[in-house]
Protein backbone atom coordinates (compact mmCIF):
# COMPACT_ATOMS: atom_id res chain seq x y z
CA UNK A 1 0.00 0.00 0.00
CA UNK A 2 1.03 3.66 -0.50
CA UNK A 3 2.33 5.71 2.24
CA UNK A 4 4.07 9.20 2.71
CA UNK A 5 6.10 9.61 5.84
CA UNK A 6 7.54 13.01 7.09
CA UNK A 7 10.03 12.04 10.03
CA UNK A 8 9.94 15.86 11.33
CA UNK A 9 6.93 17.07 13.17
CA UNK A 10 8.17 20.50 13.73
CA UNK A 11 11.19 22.81 12.54
CA UNK A 12 12.34 26.23 13.78
CA UNK A 13 14.06 28.37 11.02
CA UNK A 14 15.51 31.76 11.06
CA UNK A 15 13.66 34.41 8.64
CA UNK A 16 15.94 34.64 5.42
CA UNK A 17 17.50 31.07 5.54
CA UNK A 18 16.61 28.22 3.30
CA UNK A 19 14.69 25.07 4.94
CA UNK A 20 14.59 21.99 3.82
CA UNK A 21 10.83 19.60 4.53
CA UNK A 22 11.79 15.96 4.50
CA UNK A 23 9.31 13.86 2.54
CA UNK A 24 9.74 9.84 1.48
CA UNK A 25 7.07 7.43 0.17
CA UNK A 26 6.96 3.97 -0.46
CA UNK A 27 4.89 2.19 -3.78
CA UNK A 28 5.13 -0.22 -6.47
CA UNK A 29 3.99 2.19 -9.18
CA UNK A 30 6.02 3.34 -11.66
CA UNK A 31 3.40 6.38 -12.65
CA UNK A 32 2.60 8.25 -9.80
CA UNK A 33 2.27 12.03 -8.63
CA UNK A 34 4.20 13.74 -5.35
CA UNK A 35 2.63 17.10 -3.97
CA UNK A 36 3.19 20.00 -1.44
CA UNK A 37 0.51 21.39 0.28
CA UNK A 38 1.06 24.29 3.18
CA UNK A 39 -2.20 24.73 5.70
CA UNK A 40 -1.68 28.14 8.05
CA UNK A 41 -3.30 28.35 10.85
CA UNK A 42 -6.54 29.38 9.23
CA UNK A 43 -7.07 25.44 8.18
CA UNK A 44 -6.99 25.91 4.54
CA UNK A 45 -4.77 23.74 1.81
CA UNK A 46 -2.92 26.10 -0.36
CA UNK A 47 -1.09 23.83 -3.15
CA UNK A 48 2.13 24.42 -3.80
CA UNK A 49 4.36 22.53 -6.11
CA UNK A 50 4.01 19.22 -8.06
CA UNK A 51 6.34 16.33 -9.19
CA UNK A 52 5.05 13.77 -11.73
CA UNK A 53 6.98 10.05 -11.50
CA UNK A 54 8.65 10.59 -15.04
CA UNK A 55 9.63 14.32 -14.88
CA UNK A 56 13.70 13.99 -15.03
CA UNK A 57 13.53 17.72 -13.75
CA UNK A 58 12.88 18.85 -9.99
CA UNK A 59 9.75 21.23 -10.07
CA UNK A 60 10.36 24.94 -9.11
CA UNK A 61 7.66 27.43 -8.37
CA UNK A 62 9.07 30.74 -7.01
CA UNK A 63 10.52 30.35 -3.59
CA UNK A 64 9.56 26.66 -3.60
CA UNK A 65 11.36 23.64 -5.38
CA UNK A 66 11.04 19.85 -5.16
CA UNK A 67 14.21 17.69 -4.72
CA UNK A 68 13.10 14.48 -6.00
CA UNK A 69 15.02 11.37 -5.74
CA UNK A 70 13.33 8.54 -7.22
CA UNK A 71 15.70 5.85 -5.99
CA UNK A 72 15.91 6.81 -3.00
CA UNK A 73 12.23 7.47 -3.03
CA UNK A 74 11.75 10.99 -1.65
CA UNK A 75 10.48 14.13 -2.40
CA UNK A 76 11.72 16.85 -0.28
CA UNK A 77 10.63 20.57 -0.18
CA UNK A 78 12.91 23.48 -0.49
CA UNK A 79 11.89 26.95 0.65
CA UNK A 80 14.73 29.21 -0.16
CA UNK A 81 14.88 32.85 1.50
CA UNK A 82 11.97 31.98 4.40
CA UNK A 83 9.67 34.63 5.71
CA UNK A 84 7.48 35.02 8.31
CA UNK A 85 4.81 34.16 6.47
CA UNK A 86 6.24 30.60 5.49
CA UNK A 87 5.05 29.75 8.91
CA UNK A 88 2.73 27.21 8.71
CA UNK A 89 1.71 23.15 8.33
CA UNK A 90 3.16 21.80 5.08
CA UNK A 91 2.29 18.34 4.16
CA UNK A 92 3.38 16.09 1.23
CA UNK A 93 0.87 14.06 -0.82
CA UNK A 94 0.95 11.44 -3.38
CA UNK A 95 -1.83 10.16 -5.94
CA UNK A 96 -1.89 6.94 -7.13
CA UNK A 97 -1.08 6.24 -10.51
CA UNK A 98 -2.42 8.10 -13.20
CA UNK A 99 -3.76 5.52 -15.54
CA UNK A 100 -6.48 5.32 -12.82
CA UNK A 101 -9.40 7.70 -12.28
CA UNK A 102 -10.43 6.22 -9.79
CA UNK A 103 -6.65 7.88 -7.90
CA UNK A 104 -7.16 8.51 -4.82
CA UNK A 105 -4.39 10.96 -2.72
CA UNK A 106 -3.06 10.40 0.64
CA UNK A 107 -1.19 12.60 3.11
CA UNK A 108 1.80 12.78 5.70
CA UNK A 109 1.20 13.74 8.78
CA UNK A 110 2.43 17.07 8.37
CA UNK A 111 5.98 19.28 9.19
CA UNK A 112 4.80 22.54 11.58
CA UNK A 113 7.49 25.32 10.29
CA UNK A 114 8.09 28.54 12.72
CA UNK A 115 10.17 31.05 11.14
CA UNK A 116 12.09 33.39 13.81
CA UNK A 117 12.50 37.08 12.71
CA UNK B 1 -12.55 29.50 -13.27
CA UNK B 2 -13.40 26.50 -11.06
CA UNK B 3 -14.32 26.91 -7.41
CA UNK B 4 -15.49 25.06 -4.50
CA UNK B 5 -17.82 25.56 -1.45
CA UNK B 6 -18.15 24.13 1.54
CA UNK B 7 -20.59 24.57 4.08
CA UNK B 8 -20.96 25.71 6.93
CA UNK B 9 -17.84 26.64 8.69
CA UNK B 10 -18.28 25.28 12.01
CA UNK B 11 -21.01 23.19 13.77
CA UNK B 12 -21.49 22.29 17.12
CA UNK B 13 -23.87 18.93 17.20
CA UNK B 14 -24.49 16.96 20.23
CA UNK B 15 -23.71 13.14 20.38
CA UNK B 16 -26.19 10.86 18.28
CA UNK B 17 -27.80 13.93 16.13
CA UNK B 18 -27.32 13.56 12.53
CA UNK B 19 -24.98 15.14 10.38
CA UNK B 20 -25.02 16.91 6.60
CA UNK B 21 -22.02 18.03 5.35
CA UNK B 22 -22.38 19.51 1.15
CA UNK B 23 -20.10 20.38 -0.85
CA UNK B 24 -20.29 21.58 -4.27
CA UNK B 25 -17.83 22.78 -7.37
CA UNK B 26 -18.45 25.24 -10.10
CA UNK B 27 -16.93 25.13 -13.54
CA UNK B 28 -15.98 22.09 -13.95
CA UNK B 29 -17.48 19.11 -15.12
CA UNK B 30 -16.77 15.09 -13.94
CA UNK B 31 -14.06 16.34 -11.00
CA UNK B 32 -12.99 13.68 -8.99
CA UNK B 33 -13.76 14.51 -5.39
CA UNK B 34 -12.78 13.50 -1.60
CA UNK B 35 -13.83 14.25 1.60
CA UNK B 36 -11.31 14.37 4.31
CA UNK B 37 -10.63 14.36 7.75
CA UNK B 38 -8.12 15.87 10.08
CA UNK B 39 -7.81 16.03 13.78
CA UNK B 40 -6.17 18.93 15.77
CA UNK B 41 -2.74 19.03 14.90
CA UNK B 42 -2.61 15.95 12.57
CA UNK B 43 -2.81 15.39 9.09
CA UNK B 44 -5.57 14.38 6.41
CA UNK B 45 -7.04 11.11 6.24
CA UNK B 46 -9.18 9.78 3.49
CA UNK B 47 -12.64 9.53 4.38
CA UNK B 48 -14.00 8.91 0.78
CA UNK B 49 -13.58 9.21 -2.71
CA UNK B 50 -16.21 9.65 -6.11
CA UNK B 51 -15.16 9.35 -10.21
CA UNK B 52 -18.85 10.20 -10.54
CA UNK B 53 -22.52 9.82 -10.09
CA UNK B 54 -23.41 7.69 -7.15
CA UNK B 55 -19.89 6.70 -7.54
CA UNK B 56 -18.21 6.43 -3.83
CA UNK B 57 -15.22 5.02 -2.57
CA UNK B 58 -14.86 4.64 1.19
CA UNK B 59 -11.19 4.11 3.08
CA UNK B 60 -12.40 4.28 6.59
CA UNK B 61 -15.08 1.95 8.26
CA UNK B 62 -16.97 4.29 10.02
CA UNK B 63 -20.53 5.74 11.23
CA UNK B 64 -19.70 7.80 8.36
CA UNK B 65 -21.26 8.01 4.77
CA UNK B 66 -20.96 10.41 1.61
CA UNK B 67 -23.02 10.83 -1.32
CA UNK B 68 -22.84 12.29 -4.89
CA UNK B 69 -26.31 13.15 -6.23
CA UNK B 70 -25.34 15.09 -8.62
CA UNK B 71 -22.25 15.53 -11.05
CA UNK B 72 -20.57 18.91 -9.18
CA UNK B 73 -22.02 17.74 -5.52
CA UNK B 74 -20.57 15.77 -2.50
CA UNK B 75 -22.31 15.51 0.54
CA UNK B 76 -21.46 13.99 3.98
CA UNK B 77 -23.46 12.05 6.39
CA UNK B 78 -24.28 10.35 9.51
CA UNK B 79 -26.89 8.95 11.23
CA UNK B 80 -25.64 9.16 14.75
CA UNK B 81 -22.50 11.20 15.71
CA UNK B 82 -20.08 10.24 18.36
CA UNK B 83 -17.85 12.20 19.95
CA UNK B 84 -14.88 10.87 18.01
CA UNK B 85 -16.43 12.49 14.65
CA UNK B 86 -15.36 16.12 16.05
CA UNK B 87 -12.58 16.87 13.41
CA UNK B 88 -12.13 19.16 10.66
CA UNK B 89 -13.90 18.03 7.04
CA UNK B 90 -11.98 18.98 4.16
CA UNK B 91 -13.58 18.66 0.80
CA UNK B 92 -11.55 18.61 -2.39
CA UNK B 93 -11.42 18.23 -6.09
CA UNK B 94 -9.58 17.34 -9.07
CA UNK B 95 -9.26 16.84 -12.56
CA UNK B 96 -9.30 13.48 -13.88
CA UNK B 97 -5.46 12.93 -14.46
CA UNK B 98 -2.69 13.41 -12.41
CA UNK B 99 -3.11 16.89 -11.14
CA UNK B 100 -3.53 18.25 -7.77
CA UNK B 101 -6.79 18.27 -6.03
CA UNK B 102 -8.18 21.33 -5.00
CA UNK B 103 -9.76 21.77 -1.62
CA UNK B 104 -12.73 23.74 0.06
CA UNK B 105 -12.28 26.22 2.92
CA UNK B 106 -13.20 23.46 5.58
CA UNK B 107 -15.90 22.73 8.03
CA UNK B 108 -14.85 22.29 11.97
CA UNK B 109 -17.31 19.72 13.51
CA UNK B 110 -17.58 19.62 17.23
CA UNK B 111 -19.57 16.75 18.91
CA UNK B 112 -20.54 17.26 22.32
Known amino acids: AQKITQTQPGMFVQEKEAVTLDCTYD???????LFWYKQPSSGEMIFLIYQGSYDEQNATEGRYSLNFQKARKSANLVISASQLGDSAMYFC??????????????FGSGTRLSIRP | SQTIHQWPATLVQPVGSPLSLECTVE??????LYWYRQAAGRGLQLLFY??????ISSEVPQNLSASRPQDRQFILSSKKLLLSDSGFYLC???????????FGQGTRLTVV
Open chain 1, 93 to 106: AMREPGYSSASKII
Open chain 2, 50 to 55: SVGIGQ
Open chain 2, 92 to 102: AWSERRDTEAF
Open chain 1, 27 to 33: TSDQSYG
Open chain 2, 27 to 32: GTSNPN
